[in-house]
């Protein structure tokens, strides 16, 4: 049976057993209403309870509490499923040893298979295809939404595994805000940061500017960056307002190397940016957005030599890449039980790298090694109807033309049930795709130009519930991932070459639950299991995160843990496979209405472990910091 047949007979089933549990149950209310709504599901805002797929939402405070100047690891910790790798105390890097891989289910994102937005405009390298982990910052973030599974059908290439959607700050009444932040700790770490937000009539802005710097816990590992974000916006009526914003990080990083080859002098220098500018357009019947959006990095990288027996190189990589957009949507409602999203999107990825050589015979000169651009172009249709109101249908189709690789038709179908005592059932399948990198098609040894798209396809099943006026939620996903044409290195007439022979199947369950106990107690737990039948680097077989937090007053302490079970240090088929347990504590008191203080301490069991192969993690760490806000 194709997976077209599957598709169909698995939706069917599903859609009539659903609708017969609904219609012949006695309890016909739902559940209370639901103030949060999302826009990564489905472009415009809606009620998650509509969705066929899973979106979680990590708020303001929850950011701000989590006292990072990273968004990643609060978005590890809240998310089941998902894993960072990491590799010292601040700071991802890029190149060689780099860490920041965002996994989702098993799959690797530093292959480009999760896609971050920024206020719903794609982000990441143009030669690399993968993510820029450094330039996600808490500071920018309003809040965040994960969706766990493909979607492609809104959001085209790269949103494979998923997605990561940050939703930039706002000010929503009129007024000034300031909130700053500085914090000190192990290994003479800084986390800096200032935040203005104004909005007066028709007018709002915000400005932010972050700096962070570490030494590091092991020699060569300093890391510093700085950051900005300046976000404009202006109602022009009751119908239309506009906004713009451009968002700039630069980051110093060094990389030590693995502990049994340590290098000296590989630093890395990046720059990323983005910017864009958005007309939104609000009626009874119909939202919507045109925007246009650049992001753009320059890349300066020297990787450095072994202490033991290595030499400088005589050249640095440089690279500039670029990604224009221009994406429309538009969202009608003509009558109350059916939305209809329909959109189009067009990309041009660019990209440059070359080798400058800065001593030797070939000093002053250049060696291209890239120099491409590509285009795509797309339209999708995304269909919500509720059948009765116990049932709602998704279904939507995107056909996406590529320079290169040609076209893709992506589909995907589900339901949302709306069960008695406040339970929902959701059931999907959903196709991903990606296409080749420039660096998998045209860099180095391996590079093979004739690369067709990886795609797979994602069956899900999950189950939640809101309880006791909503102070207590869990909810329960199982889910299958096919993959195939996924792009390894293969030995072909004798020599190594990128190659679409790889195949996945991830099998899983994930579990969450939230339990509000009374006014001064709040508990929490997530877990998640991945089967692969493949070694992935970064992809732990169990990851379970539980926390706690005690509030009254002007006093909060919170504390939680993370244990990881399973997890391969490389793809290699003999990879150290590592588990530990890290537990983490903090503790917060406002002393004035605009004076907070705060310490946090990590890895309290000074657990000696790697998430990297050859790059240890730090045992112990703390930090002691202040809030203002005024």
């Known amino acids: 049976m194709t997976t077209y047949y599957r598709l169909i007979a698995l939706t069917a089933l599903a859609t009539a057993s659903i609708i017969s549990t609904a219609q012949t149950s006695e309890t016909t209310e739902l559940s209370g209403e639901i103030d949060e709504v999302v826009v990564t599901g489905t472009r415009s805002a809606t009620d998650p309870r509509h969705l066929s797929q899973t979106v979680t939402v990590i708020g303001q405070e929850r950011i701000e509490n989590s006292l990072t100047p990273s968004l990643l690891p609060t978005v590890e910790q ?32 530093g292959a ?7 206020d719903g405009h794609p982000q990441y390298s143009g030669i690399f295809g993968h993510p820029i982990s450094d330039a996600y910052q808490s500071m920018i973030a309003e809040r965040v939404e994960v969706l766990r599974g493909p979607a492609s059908v809104l959001y085209g290439s790269n949103a494979m595994g998923g997605v990561l959607n940050i939703v930039t700050r706002q000010m929503n009444t009129d007024g000034i805000r300031n909130h700053a932040r500085i914090a000190f700790g ?34 060569n590992t300093k890391f510093d960056q700085l950051s900005g974000l300046l976000k404009l916006g202006y109602r022009l009526s009751n119908h239309f307002d506009l906004m713009a914003d451009v968002d700039v990080t630069h980051f110093n990083a060094s990389n030590p190397g693995p502990v049994t080859a340590p290098l000296v002098d590989a630093r890395q220098h990046i720059t990323r940016g983005l910017a864009s500018a958005a007309l939104n357009d609000h009626f009874d019947i119909a939202s919507g957005q045109l925007s246009v959006f650049y992001n753009w990095g320059h890349h300066n990288i020297n990787d450095g030599y072994k202490i033991d027996g290595g030499s400088p190189r005589p050249y640095r990589f440089k690279s500039d890449d670029d990604l224009l957009g221009i994406s429309a949507y538009q969202t009608l409602t003509f009558i109350e039980s059916n939305r209809i999203t329909a959109g189009f999107d067009w990309y041009r990825i660019g990209g440059k790298a070359w080798n400058r050589y800065i001593t030797g015979e070939k000093e002053g ?16 249709l995304d269909v919500r109807q509720e059948i009765t109101r116990y049932v709602t249908a998704n279904a939507g189709l995107r056909i996406d033309h590529h320079s290169l690789t040609g076209t893709q038709w992506i589909p995907q179908v589900g339901v949302a049930t709306h069960l008695p005592y406040s339970l929902e059932l959701k059931l999907s399948a959903t196709k991903g795709f990606r296409n080749p990198t420039f660096r998998e098609q045209f860099l180095w040894g391996t590079a093979n130009p004739d690369l067709r798209p990886e795609s797979l396809w994602n069956y899900e ?36 070459v990128n190659a679409n022979s790889g195949r996945l199947k991830n099998t899983g369950l994930e579990l969450a639950a939230a339990f ?11 877990y998640s299991y991945v089967h692969t039948d493949k070694v992935i680097a970064g992809a732990p077989k169990h990851k379970l ?7 009254k007053g002007n006093l909060s302490l919170s504390t939680g843990v993370e244990y990881i079970n399973g997890l391969p240090t490389s793809d290699s088929a003999d990879a150290a496979i590592e588990n530990f347990v890290l537990w983490n504590a903090q503790a917060a008191y406002r002393f004035l209405p605009w004076l907070k203080a705060w310490g946090k301490v990590d890895n309290i069991l000074a657990q000696r472990y790697e998430i990297n192969a050859g790059f240890p993690m730090p045992t112990a760490t703390a930090m002691l910091g202040l809030t203002f806000d005024f």
Do not use: C
């Open 78 to 109: 809240q998310v089941p499923g998902v894993f960072v790798t990491k590799r010292g105390v601040l700071g991802y890097g890029v190149s060689t040893g780099a860490a920041g891989s965002i996994a989702i289910r098993g799959l690797s994102g």
């Open 112 to 118: 480009g298979r999760m896609m971050v937005l920024i």
């Open 186 to 219: 192990s290994y003479n770490t800084l986390n800096a940061g200032f935040t203005n937000r104004m909005r007066f009539g028709r007018f709002n802005s915000v400005a932010a500017i972050s700096y962070d710097r570490t030494a590091g816990h092991r020699d």
């Open 365 to 380: 000169t250049s060696d291209i090694l890239v120099d491409k651009a590509q285009h795509e172009v797309a339209g999708y």
């Open 461 to 496: 099943l999950a189950l939640s519930q809101r309880l006791l006026s909503n102070r207590l939620t869990w909810g329960v996903n199982v889910f299958h991932i096919n993959a195939k044409n996924i792009i390894v290195p293969t030995m072909i007439d004798g020599r190594s």
């Open 516 to 526: 509000r106990i009374n006014s001064l107690w709040n508990v929490e737990a997530n």
């Open 545 to 551: 995160y539980v926390a706690g937090t005690f509030t």
